[in-house]
């Protein structure tokens, strides 16, 4: 099992920033792609941006060059940097991990983009 604990979440101004934290415990050995999701309300939930464990990161056309994933491996914890932030970015946000067998999902947090 793996649990995955998100936070950094909240309430931002179009063209603030905010970073979010993802940190993970118990079988972590089996993972090999950690990743950031979000779903809007009435939306389905869409992948933000995701790093493998050899470092290829993937991003959604829609967050391309505003928003940056990373991975702390000493900590066990995966970020997603967010800059330029839109009202389109308002969602909640997942952390996933995944390994060979299994997918795991934090709770999600909040992030409202608005004036």
């Known amino acids: 099992q793996v649990q995955l604990v998100e936070s950094g979440g909240g309430l931002v101004q179009p063209g603030g920033s905010l970073r979010l934290s993802c940190a993970t415990s118990?079988?972590?050995?089996?993972?090999?792609?950690m990743g950031w999701y979000r779903q809007a309300p009435g939306k389905q939930r869409e992948l933000v941006a995701s790093?493998?464990?050899?470092?290829?990161?993937n991003y959604a056309d829609s967050v391309k060059g505003r928003f940056t994933i990373s991975r702390d491996i000493a900590k066990n914890t995966v970020y997603l940097q967010m800059n330029s932030l839109k009202t389109e970015d308002t969602a909640v946000y997942y952390c996933?991990?995944?390994?060979?067998?299994?997918?795991?999902w934090g709770q999600g947090t909040q992030v409202t983009v608005s004036s």
């Open positions: 996933n991990a995944r390994g060979p067998i299994a997918s795991y």
């Open positions: 118990g079988s972590i050995f089996s993972i090999s792609t």
């Open positions: 790093s493998t464990a050899i470092g290829n990161r």
